[in-house]
């Protein structure tokens, strides 16, 4: 277990005028440590990644790191930062992983390439040309609602027996291909379930864990949901899993990261809206988030 149960795909905090807030992603790092995030994820999607520009994600990288080292030094335990380094140009990829390498990530989140849709073949190349480019371990990313396409289970085993490439965020929604999945693939190689709702049900068929964007609101609990599970006391994960279902499903009603934003701003500290072209909430989205914040006596 390379990166622990809980991994939070991070949200950027934004000002007022639209800039990244360093100083509250610093406060977000803290604050998810201690919440029962084991690892953290910096500009991937949940980050809006597309919106951001080169200079911002490497200083993002940097903050987080730094809050990292500082929170694992005092629980005396080391805390991954991984670096959503992925897009649809595989030469851009490759610099921009080995530029995440160079400020000390400790991982790096690759998706699939999208609007291109590449052939199985074609996936294959990309993710293994990554991989032989930087000492970075690789977490390749198939969710094919945003690429428009799926990484089958034969591409992801063949890809599971490349040295640099450790895990796989699966986000298909189908635990038929995370079965297949776990046939195949190379016996070190981990699954993180990539939709929060199928978390457990992923854990029952071999996931390790969860890259999640709940965890932003109640991380411990999701952890607890994990550790009872790999504990054995199925039952107890089986009611943590029941108690969430509404958060993990509503904090998608519209597009992500919007209602987690919103979530969080109700639950811990404004962290602003988001970027064009996404935009903020309407009243009847936002009355469903307070709702099951409202049941969940977060607010």
């Not at 796989?168 to 995370?178: I, N, R, T």
């Not at 602003?272 to 607010?299: H, N, Q, T």
Request: glycine fraction near 10%; hydrophobic fraction near 40%; aromatic fraction near 6%.
């Amino acid at each position: 277990m390379k990166f622990g149960r809980v991994m939070t795909a991070m949200i950027t905090p934004f000002d007022k005028e639209g800039e990244v807030s360093y100083e509250r992603m610093a406060e977000l790092s803290k604050y998810l440590i201690e919440n029962g995030s084991d690892s953290l994820l910096v500009t991937g999607t949940t980050g809006e990644s597309p919106t951001l520009t080169t200079d911002e994600k490497l200083k993002l990288f940097e903050t987080v790191k730094r809050i990292a080292v500082e929170e694992g030094e005092k629980l005396g335990k080391k805390i991954p930062v991984i670096a959503g380094t992925g897009s649809n140009n595989t030469r851009a990829s490759i610099e921009f992983t080995k530029q995440a390498e160079k400020l000390g990530m400790d991982g790096a989140l690759v998706v699939v390439p999208y609007y291109n849709k590449p052939s199985q073949e074609g996936m294959y190349r990309h993710f293994a040309s990554i991989a032989e480019a930087s000492q970075l371990p690789v977490i390749m990313y198939n969710i094919p609602g945003r690429t428009g396409i799926n990484m089958l289970p034969e591409t992801i085993a063949r890809l599971s027996e490349h040295e640099n490439i450790v895990a796989v965020k699966e986000a298909a929604g189908s635990l038929e291909q995370v079965s297949q999945i776990m046939q195949i693939k190379a016996e070190d190689f981990e699954i993180y379930s990539g939709d929060d709702s199928l978390t457990l049900p992923m854990l029952s068929v071999g996931a390790e864990g969860v890259i999640s964007v709940a965890s932003h609101i109640m991380g411990s609990e999701i952890n607890r949901m994990c550790r009872e599970f790999f504990e054995g006391n199925v039952a107890e994960a089986e009611a943590l899993h029941r108690k969430l279902y509404g958060l993990f499903k509503v904090l998608f009603v519209t597009s992500n990261p919007v209602p987690v934003k919103y979530a969080l701003g109700k639950v811990w500290k404004d962290v602003g809206s988001v970027r064009l072209p996404l935009c903020e909430m309407g009243d009847g989205d936002k009355a469903k988030v307070d709702a099951v914040l409202g049941e969940l006596g977060l607010i």
